[in-house]
């Protein structure tokens, strides 16, 4: 089922950095009348961190470990969607505080960390998490003590919580949208799958395979893991030149990146010639800093969204973006994803009228956002995003050319038949 854009124009940013972040705060406000500023008695009965001035939330990243090169843009993003918000007035007359705690890369001490940010700072709401491990790490304390997660990477699916407003696709919307344009497109008939060895790259390759068999008729002539940090890849190239795949199917994350790029370049196989496809569901913007956009150019990224992107929303984000945080700064798939959270659980508090999570979860469904970059998006009552599924060829500047995308935004199925 889809669903029809509704993008609506934005806001230019200003040519200061302050008016930048006032101009695209606007622009991101909502079909929303002013909210009155209600007391704290009212709009906080669960006993969150909430004053007649202030309202807490948690920022929960890997600003340290293997997973900060993927990682940091999120922070990023999140720390400028609350000033904008600060900057229109606040969450009902509230101005946002924040307080970030370091996952380190490291799955029980992303679980250590969510469960101070709950019980000890008793934050409204919580912006975090990247992998599907560290999802996995924090789901049952978010559960356990009633907390509301936005989590922002493009995931696996097979997933569905009260306590998660999922704000990256799943894989119906990014894995079997991206196999069905190689084999369309590219007429792909052989796979590679590689990627690092967890949750979300197993279970991805899991659903591709199953999709690349038993839906399509195609083949997989080879799958590999490798542990995250991992930066030997010679092997696994020399099997891919000797197996010659139409594809590989990549979800390598982190900064392995970087030496599998590399290697694969130095080995010779050169994925601006088209010496091979290369498709990866892992490498943003972000990731190509580190990596070289002469390493990774030709090769292909199934997302919702790339810094590329020519609408006035985008204009507006990106500019804002860079006069906050650097003009060598970039913007990835996740980084975005992770920039709607605050705005989306804005609306959802003033919706409500209250930063109880109870009463956040239920007017969470059915709220629209027509500024998003990324363009309009809607949250579905299974609590994931309808959006585009898009496919960029990375250039050597760093940016994706988009070369497909969907006419209609893709209804989120984090639970499609016959993939489980």
């Known amino acids: 089922m889809a669903i029809q854009d509704k993008t609506a124009k934005a806001m230019p940013a200003g040519k200061r950095r302050f008016g930048g972040l006032l101009a695209l705060a606007a622009s991101m406000m909502l079909a929303t009348t002013v909210v009155a500023k209600p007391p ?12 007649d001035d202030t309202v807490r939330v948690g920022i929960l990243h890997s600003v340290t470990g293997t997973m900060a090169i993927s990682e940091a843009g999120s922070v990023q993003a999140e720390i400028l969607a609350i000033e904008q918000i600060n900057a229109q007035g606040g969450v009902l007359g509230r101005k946002i505080e924040y307080i970030q705690e370091d996952g380190a890369s490291d799955w029980p001490t992303f679980a250590e960390r969510a469960r101070k940010l709950l019980r000890q700072d008793r934050v409204a709401a919580v912006f975090g998490a990247w992998t599907s491990a ?45 196999i069905d344009w190689l084999a369309q497109e590219k007429g792909a008939k052989t796979f590679y799958l ?70 694969l370049k130095a080995a010779g196989i050169d994925l601006s010639r088209g010496d091979i496809t290369l498709l990866t569901i892992s490498v943003t913007e972000d990731e190509i800093l580190g ?55 804005k609306e959802a508090v003033e919706r ?33 995003l309808w959006s585009r599924a898009r496919i960029g060829r990375a250039l050597r500047n760093g940016q994706f050319e988009v070369v497909h995308e969907t006419a209609d935004l893709m209804e989120p199925d984090p639970f499609p038949a016959g993939y489980q």
Do not use: C
């Open 40 to 51: 704290t008695a009212e709009v906080n009965t669960t006993n969150l961190a909430v004053t």
């Open 134 to 178: 560290s999802r996995k790490a924090v789901l049952p304390v978010f559960e356990q003590f009633n907390g509301m997660l936005y989590y922002p990477t493009f995931y696996e699916g097979l997933e569905q919580s009260p306590n998660v407003i999922y704000t990256g696709q799943e894989a119906t919307q990014q894995i079997l949208a991206s």
């Open 194 to 263: 590689m990627g690092s060895d967890y949750i979300w790259p197993r279970t991805s390759n899991k659903i591709a395979r199953i999709h690349i068999e038993e839906k399509l008729g195609l083949r997989v002539v080879g799958e590999d893991y490798f542990p995250l940090g991992h930066t030997n890849f010679n092997s696994t190239i020399n099997r891919i030149r000797l197996r010659r795949p139409d594809v590989i199917f990549a979800s390598v994350v982190g900064g392995s990146n970087v030496a599998f790029y590399r290697q």
């Open 291 to 345: 990596i070289g956009g002469e390493n990774i150019e030709g090769a292909y990224a199934s997302m919702k969204y790339f810094q590329s992107l020519d609408n006035p929303n985008n204009e507006a984000f990106v500019k804002a973006f860079k006069e906050r945080w650097g003009e060598n700064s970039v913007i990835g798939d996740v980084t975005q994803a992770a920039y709607l959270g605050p705005w989306l659980w």
């Open 352 to 384: 409500a009228g209250s930063f109880d999570i109870d009463k956040v979860r239920a007017a969470s469904p059915g709220i629209e956002l027509t500024t998003a970059p990324e363009g309009y998006v809607k949250v579905h009552e299974n609590h994931h």
